[in-house]
């Protein structure tokens, strides 16, 4: 609860009130009304599956973690605010977009977070370098998205958590028309898009622990290690089979 209550504050901080910020938190007029126009939510299944995604994220958390992509940062610069001793990398393709995320993190004071522009594609990272990878509303966008898969895993430490959330075809008639006739048009979603089937087949081949559910048509999952260290909240166990083919 304590940590519900420094999000509240930070979020208050950092602001919402953008057309793209409201709509991907659900918390405006306009946000509202296209979460129940295009993905038939409200804002409690949209703060639900949210919340499922960052799950995999512990309360003190103080390994390395990679956010691609970061976007404006209205999802996490607020919960970056309540991990002062974890060491985090935003990446993001848009300079624009990752500006308003670094705006952000400067009115929160953020000292633990750094941004940097690249493709998810291909890393600027070694192999192995982070805890957790977190990626939030990005995979639907990815042209590329074997790639995609292919770095995050790469870059994850052994035993590493990847979580987050996108879309997946199939689950609203209606959110499926609105993604193929007007998010693809406008360059904003990118074709093919995973099924839930698809989805929690490709995850089980890399990571041993899957948690995967939907809120209407956004997937959130969770890949975890078969054991956390409570004290630090950082990776103890190798559980993904890195010889296994995506």
């Known amino acids: 609860m304590k940590r519900k209550e420094a999000i509240r504050g930070a979020y208050r901080l950092t602001g919402g009130n953008n057309f793209y910020d409201g709509m991907i938190t659900c918390s405006t007029l306009s946000g509202k009304a296209v979460c129940r126009l295009v993905w038939d939510m409200n804002k409690v299944e949209n703060d639900a599956y949210l919340e499922k995604a960052l799950s995999g994220i512990p309360e003190h958390f103080s390994g390395k973690l990679l956010e691609v992509p970061v976007g404006t940062g209205i999802l996490t610069m607020p919960l970056y605010k309540t991990l002062p001793k974890a060491d985090i990398t935003c990446l993001d393709y848009s300079a624009d977009m990752m500006g308003q995320a670094q705006e952000k993190a400067d009115r929160l004071h953020l000292k633990n977070v750094t941004f940097r522009q690249g493709d998810v594609g291909a890393l600027p990272y070694a192999d192995g370098v982070f805890d957790i990878v977190l990626s939030l509303n990005g995979f639907h966008a990815f042209p590329d998205k074997e790639a995609a898969y292919r ?84 990776m103890e166990t190798t559980c993904p089979d890195r010889r296994k083919p995506l």
């Open 151 to 234: 770095e995050v895993f790469r870059v994850l430490k052994p035993g590493g958590t990847f979580c987050g959330c996108f879309y997946v075809a199939g689950e609203c008639k209606r959110t499926d028309w609105f993604v193929r006739h007007v998010y693809e048009k406008t360059g904003f979603f990118t074709p093919p898009y995973e099924t839930t089937a698809s989805l929690k087949k490709r995850l089980k081949k890399r990571y041993a622990t899957v948690t995967l559910g939907t809120v209407k048509s956004m997937a959130w999952f969770v890949n975890i290690p078969l054991r956390r260290s409570r004290l630090s909240g950082k």
